[in-house]
T-cell receptor, first 113, second 112 residues
Framework: DAGVIQSPRHEVTEMGQEVTLRCKPISGHDYLFWYRQTMMRGLELLIYFNNNVPIDDSGMPEDRFSAKMPNASFSTLKIQPSEPRDSAVYFC???????????FGQGTRLTVV | LAKTTQPISMDSYEGQEVNITCSHNNIATNDYITWYQQFPSQGPRFIIQGYKTKVTNEVASLFIPADRKSSTLSLPRVSLSDTAVYYCLVGDWEAAGNKLTFGGGTRVLVKP
């Protein structure tokens, strides 16, 4: 398996624009996680899914952020409208079960100018 | 989730053993202890997980005393490529649905 695949790797956008980050989890993994990493706040769990259903979205910063998982092989994290403070590296991770290790993607570096 | 405390940074030299201790005084009965490693510009990578006593794999060892209020990750004979940030996580995977909450981590620098 190629691992968790995220796209794009880098995204530069202007404030106010919509941004969509994409993630393909490892096949057969039932859990999918979205994280944000910044120097100031470290790694923050934004939301996670189990069998395509959002379980905990308490980490989503505000209504501008939304995440979907339409099927077992694809998830999106959308920011609309984007703001400069959203600039960060966004990671997607997946795990086979609730007890197993999580595998992380390479991340998407988002810059909002 | 139990709060974790670990040193901000550590320096070491090639070939030495590195031990990173994580404090988790409020660890609950069902909590497991997991360590992840993160290299620059990459996502975290699982190293090891344990519940009590000692766990060893090809990469590291994890020592957990009887009271489980702390744990020590041991990296034997480190090389330059072990320079990374190491995170200690404590959580009840079953009740919380594998909720992975990362703390600040320990930045390990291996010098030649």
């Amino acid at each position: 398996d190629a691992g968790v695949i995220q796209s794009p790797r880098h995204e530069v956008t202007e404030m106010g624009q919509e941004v969509t980050l994409r993630c393909k989890p490892i096949s057969g993994h039932d859990y999918l996680f979205w994280y944000r990493q910044t120097m100031m706040r470290g790694l923050e769990l934004l939301i996670y899914f189990n069998n395509n259903v959002p379980i905990d979205d308490s980490g989503m910063p505000e209504d501008r952020f939304s995440a979907k998982m339409p099927n077992a092989s694809f998830s999106t994290l959308k920011i609309q409208p984007s703001e400069p403070r959203d600039s960060a590296v966004y990671f997607c991770a997946s795990s086979r079960t609730g007890e197993d290790e999580a595998f992380f993607g390479q991340g998407t570096r988002l810059t909002v100018v | 989730l139990a709060k974790t405390t670990q040193p901000i940074s550590m320096d070491s030299y090639e070939g030495q053993e590195v031990n990173i201790t994580c404090s988790h005084n409020n660890i609950a009965t069902n909590d497991y202890i997991t360590w992840y490693q993160q290299f620059p510009s990459q996502g975290p990578r699982f190293i090891i997980q344990g519940y009590k006593t000692k766990v060893t794999n090809e990469v590291a060892s994890l020592f957990i005393p009887a009271d489980r209020k702390s744990s020590t990750l041991s990296l034997p004979r480190v090389s330059l490529s072990d320079t990374a940030v190491y995170y200690c996580l404590v959580g009840d995977w079953e009740a919380a649905g594998n909720k992975l909450t990362f703390g600040g981590g320990t930045r390990v620098l291996v010098k030649p």
